[in-house]
């Protein structure tokens, strides 16, 4: 009885396993997130960029910090701001609070324009 039992244990702890393997979906932002991290900001881009544009929250967030941070695409707070505001309506987590924070950089940087 109690082979049985490691034996099911055993079948259940695989199954398991392969659910979790990545879909095309993970596979793809693997692939963008080891060019990232690799400084290869471009092909990421290009990457979250197609995924981003197919309403894929993680890939808006993460397309936002590249604006925001001007990492392979030219640094533009106001682009960044839409994407997090995209990825936040899908309630990415900290998107919300990243987009409140490009909004007063934004803010600040016009009221510095202005006051020149």
């Known amino acids: 009885m109690k082979r049985t039992n490691l034996i099911i244990l055993l079948i259940l702890a695989l199954l398991f ?3 979790g393997l990545p879909s095309s979906v993970e596979a793809a932002d693997d692939k963008a997130r080891k060019a990232y991290l690799a ?3 471009q092909l990421a881009y290009q990457e979250w960029k197609q995924r981003a544009e197919q309403d894929d929250a993680e890939a808006q967030f993460n397309l936002a910090f590249l604006f925001e941070t001007g990492r392979g695409v030219p640094q533009d707070l ?3 701001a839409i994407w997090y505001e995209t990825a936040a309506r899908q309630n ?9 924070a490009v909004k ?3 803010k600040q940087a016009y009221t510095n324009e202005f006051n020149r």
Do not use: D, H, M
């Open 92 to 100: 990415y987590p900290g998107a919300s609070q990243k987009l409140v």
């Open 104 to 106: 007063e950089r934004i």
């Open 17 to 19: 396993c392969l659910e």
């Open 78 to 80: 106001k682009v960044a």
């Open 39 to 41: 400084g290869n900001s």
